[in-house]
Nanobody, 125 residues
Framework: QVQLVESGGGLVQAGGSLRLSCVAS?????????MGWFRQAPGKEREFVAA????????YYADSVKGRFTISRDNAKDAVYLQMNSLKPEDTAVYYC?????????????????WGQGTQVTVSS
């Protein structure tokens, strides 16, 4: 069993920044797996935000966040991060981290087997 706990969400003005963290625990080797961030806004489907390979050597981004968000990981701390800059009101959503069933990132939520409870990000205009 794997537990993922996100933190770092909050309320920020447009143009501001937030850094989300996700810490993994449980009987699993964190560094064996790629990790991803997804988000879900009210009334919308969950969408891919970013992913990172097991080593951190490859990253993947949705077009809507490319150049503004940066995903990273620290395998020594079993943690993955999402640095979000130049935030826009349309970034408002609950953000989830998830563990990929494999070592390479994926854009598809069905390829992830464990999910955190989510952290709310609200960007005011």
């Amino acid at each position: 069993q794997v537990q993922l706990v996100e933190s770092g969400g909050g309320l920020v003005q447009a143009g501001g920044s937030l850094r989300l963290s996700c810490v993994a625990s449980g009987r699993s080797t964190f560094s064996n797996y790629a990790m991803g961030w997804f988000r879900q806004a009210p009334g919308k489907e969950r969408e891919f935000v970013a992913a990172i390979s097991w080593s951190g050597g490859r990253t993947y981004y949705a077009d809507s966040v490319k150049g503004r968000f940066t995903i990273s990981r620290d395998n020594a701390k079993d943690a993955v991060y999402l640095q979000m800059n130049s935030l826009k009101p349309e970034d408002t959503a609950v953000y989830y981290c998830a563990r990929r069933q494999g070592s390479r990132g994926s854009y598809y939520s069905s390829d992830y087997d464990y999910w955190g409870q989510g952290t709310q990000v609200t960007v005011s205009s």
